[in-house]
């Protein structure tokens, strides 16, 4: 969980070079989010973390937070394993 965050957090940090984010900044509510870069994260992680994104899987509760996006790479790499 903790190289999943530190991942996510080292690509985010491209982006947000003016804020340090914290595990439960909405990065949506901050205005910082685009369809370009939705795009780009939902590219990244399944690169980064061999997931497969599924139409159900694009809820925007699941990218809204670093928190919530390391617990929901984390349970599609359990779906993968098990």
Known sequence: M??????????????????EL???DD???LGFVNSLFAM???MFL????NIV???GDLDIDHFRTI????NFVDSKAD???S
């Open 2 to 19: 903790e190289q999943s965050k530190a991942k996510i957090k080292m690509f985010l940090s491209r982006f947000f070079k003016s804020r």
């Open 79 to 81: 779906v993968n394993v």
């Open 67 to 70: 928190k919530a996006i390391v």
């Open 40 to 42: 780009q994260l939902v």
């Open 53 to 55: 994104m599924e139409p």
């Open 27 to 29: 990065i949506f509510a």
């Open 22 to 24: 914290q595990d439960e």
């Open 46 to 49: 399944e690169k980064e973390f």
